[in-house]
C-alpha cells in the first residue's frame, strides 16, 4: 500500500506564495505520472499540475505561468510551487499518484489551502 503526505498548505494571502510537498512510502520513479489536484468549495475535483514518469509536465488552465509542479526522486518528494495566488485558489490540495500495470491511483489526505484578498 502506497502512501501520500502533503505539507505546506495553510494561509496565504493574493498575490503571495505557498509550496506544497507530498512525500511518498516508496520511490515516485516507480509510479507512472504523478499530480496535484483540488477541490474547490462547490466546484469538483480538477487537475493543478501533472509530471510524467518521464518529466513532461502540464498545467490546469487556471494556474498555468503561476504554479510549478517539480519532483525530487531522492528525497521522494512531490512538490507544488503556487505564485501569484488569487483567492480562486482556495481548495483542498490532493497528492495523486498513478500507475499504469496494474492501472491504480493512490491520494494523499488532502491539505487546505486558503487565499485571502
Known amino acids: 500500500q502506497v502512501q501520500l503526505v502533503e505539507s505546506g498548505g495553510g494561509l496565504g494571502q493574493s498575490g503571495g506564495s505557498l509550496r506544497l510537498s507530498c512525500t511518498a512510502s516508496?520511490?515516485?520513479?516507480?509510479?507512472?505520472?504523478m499530480g496535484w489536484y483540488r477541490q474547490g468549495p462547490g466546484h469538483e475535483r480538477e487537475l493543478v499540475a501533472r509530471?510524467?514518469?518521464?518529466?513532461?509536465?502540464n498545467y490546469g488552465d487556471s494556474v498555468k505561468a503561476r504554479f510549478t509542479i517539480s519532483r525530487d526522486i531522492a528525497k521522494n518528494t512531490l512538490s507544488l510551487q503556487m505564485n501569484s495566488l488569487k483567492p480562486e485558489d482556495t481548495a483542498v490540495y490532493y497528492c495523486?499518484?498513478?500507475?499504469?500495470?496494474?492501472?491504480?491511483?493512490?491520494w494523499g489526505q488532502g491539505t487546505q489551502v486558503t487565499v485571502s484578498s
Open positions: 516508496r520511490s515516485i520513479f516507480s509510479f507512472t505520472a
Open positions: 495523486n499518484a498513478q500507475l499504469e500495470f496494474p492501472p491504480l491511483n493512490y
Open positions: 509530471i510524467s514518469k518521464g518529466g513532461n509536465t
